[in-house]
């Protein structure tokens, strides 16, 4: 039987050029298009009624599918527009890097390759990135949440008797951890994956600034301690998810150093301000942590996907996840050396080339560009609070620290937690734009999350008009949209 190689790969290469070509062009052009578009039910029920093929489809067959199926109808994330969730919006470059990867079809889990350097490089100048030391370990993953995991696991086998716990589970010891209350849910979900349990989880109270109340976490630490529990872990987010506030890093690393806890940051999009001389300061104290979770594809753009996991102190990592197995012994030449190997960082063998595109992404713009997509970022955010909170029908309702804006329609009528929540259907909709929905203090939040390299302060001036457009076709008459 033959193999799967293309009979004609004259054929093949000009149907490739064309998707290429006309993908480039999707790209240039997609801020000239609806941000999203609800997909039809006769589209929906193509792939949900299809049935598994036996024989060959032609590859310009499925390309029409997906050009008429599939690209109307994606998430919308790299559209300006788009501001519902920390989403980055992608680069031709790095779209070009997964190509290459995609052909090269490299396995990252270990042995002795180029690609295993490039994601080597990588790391390191990740640990360079965010003020880590030069020999910290670190592994590309899918996002922040494996990452977070990896990071929860790596210090609960750090702590005194670590290799009893990774043998014999961790059945007799309380290990809790602190993390803010407006924390990602992957960090419960974490403690729950881990096998700790969710209740392990102490939900620190923050401040009016939605900032972890340092005051309360003393105060839990000790009560826990006090009742026989084994704190091991403290927890600061670097970019909330509800509205970008950024935890008092410094003094955490300082309570941290000085009550013997590993100090892990969430830095899912916020570790990337650090890029900004703008808000790099608001971060000072990041640097010190035991260990940092981030994504390299929501602010450094890269694709999807490029989560990125560091640890400060060598050994540590391998010290939780790597294994001896005699068929994957580490050889001293061959395919087979190299070590340490990746998948003695995490729990993935098999591992894709995700570091390609990411050094695509950073080599091509350099940390000086992708520092100014930040402020820029940051920028529109603060042009849409001044908007808002110049407009007397609109309500701020959370500080902006970094480029998350949470804002509501008030009326003097009517449910205005019902009002805001079908207005951001709405508005998605219209494809005008899309941001999502959160809860700030009790009320529901309409939340814009800027953080495409794309996006301006006429896209926000746009989709504030189309909002309060959309609110006077729903309360029946105009709204105050200039201050007196």
Sequence with gaps: MAGLDPENWESLRALGHRMLDEMLDNVQGIASGPVWQPMPDPVRHEFRQAALPAQETALETLYEQFSRSVLPYATGNRHPRFMGWVHGGGTAEGMLAELLAAGLNANLGGRDHAPIEVERMVIRWAAAMLGFPETATGVLVTGSSMANFIALLTASRAVEGGVQLRR???????????????????????????????????????????????QALRAMVAADRAAGLEPFLVVGTAGT?????????????????????????????????RLSPDYAPALAGMERASSIAFDFHKWAQAPYDAGCVLVREPGLQAAAFAQSLAYLSREDRGVAAGAPWFCDFGPDLSRGFRALKVWFTLAAFGTERLGGVVSQCCAVAQHLAMRVQATPSLELLAPVALNIVCFRVRTAEGDEDALNSELVKDLHESGIAVPSLTRINGKRAIRAAIINHRTVTGDVDLMLEALLDLAEKRVGHKLERVAA
Excluded: K, Q
């Design 241 to 273: 998810v509800d509205t970008g506030s950024i935890d008092p890093l410094e003094a955490l690393a300082d309570f941290a150093e000085a009550e013997s806890l590993w100090f892990h940051v969430d830095g899912a999009f916020g570790a990337m301000a």
């Design 168 to 214: 014999d589970g961790v059945a007799g010891r309380r290990l809790t951890g602190y993390a803010a209350n407006t924390a990602h849910g992957c960090i419960s979900r974490a403690f729950d994956m881990a096998g700790l349990g969710t209740e392990a989880l102490r939900l620190v109270p923050v401040d009016a600034d939605f900032r972890m109340d340092m």
